[in-house]
């Protein structure tokens, strides 16, 4: 086991609406990072936070958001809900140390769209 | 062009054969070379990290990066059923592996008893 949990591990939603995924970093892990994994795909980087901030993000739009707080715990909010948003969610956490560091990956949500 | 390109397979070996899994990649910029493990309904699991070309070995598992050629490889020796699951290779650039991977889209591993 990481250490990382997540939750819901299941989640439906329909169109429109807005979901907030949880995550639970490693004890001590400073870095926070959020994966999108479509059916048969591989992860998909959507951002990065590291103390508190937002580290770098890739190619998705503004509707999705995330926070993370002092507590090693972070969100990804997503709001007005596409059909192509279900998919895999998983956070991943690390330490910026300076060095090379793993990043240990949750189980995932697994959210679909109706 | 994808950044990264994997053969989906699926692959299916009998129990005990070496399996070679490959990677292919466009942007020079990258820098570190992963392997992730990820079984059904599972996060992935880091199997192998390596940031120079050359081998690096941990019990049965072998990876191997080109950086001349821009090709990673995973190897397998004395597959198990056990190790039936999608494998992800996975790379960063000069931030570091800390920073954002870039994934294949994994290849489905199933080893037959």
């Known amino acids: 086991e990481t250490g990382v949990t997540q939750s819901p591990t299941h989640l439906i939603k329909t169109r429109g609406q807005q979901v907030t995924l949880r995550c639970s970093s490693q004890?001590?892990?400073?870095?926070v990072s959020w994966y999108q994994q479509a059916l048969g795909q591989g992860p998909q980087f959507i951002f990065q936070?590291?103390?508190?901030?937002?580290?770098g993000r890739g190619n998705f739009p503004p509707r999705f958001s995330g926070l993370q707080f002092p507590n090693y715990s972070s969100e990804l909010n997503v709001n007005a809900l596409e059909l192509d948003d279900s998919a895999l969610y998983l956070c991943a956490s690390s330490s910026i140390t300076g060095g090379e560091e793993t990043q240990y990956f949750g189980p995932g949500t697994r959210l679909l769209v109706l | 062009q994808k950044e990264v390109e994997q053969d989906p397979g699926p692959l299916s070996v009998p129990e005990g054969a070496i399996v070679s899994l490959n990677c292919t990649y466009s942007?020079?910029?990258?820098?570190?070379f992963m392997w992730y493990r990820q079984y059904s309904r599972k996060g992935p699991e880091l199997l192998m990290y390596?940031?120079?070309?050359g081998n690096k070995e941990d019990g049965r598992f072998t990876a191997q990066v080109d950086k001349s050629s821009k090709y990673i490889s995973l190897f397998i020796r004395d597959s198990q059923p056990s190790d039936s699951a999608t494998y992800l290779c996975a790379m960063s650039w000069s931030g570091g592996s800390n920073y954002k991977l870039t994934f294949g889209k994994g290849t489905l591993l199933t080893v037959n008893p």
């Open positions: 942007n020079s910029a990258f820098q570190y």
């Open positions: 004890s001590g892990h400073n870095t």
């Open positions: 936070y590291y103390r508190e901030e937002e580290n």
């Open positions: 390596t940031y120079s070309s």
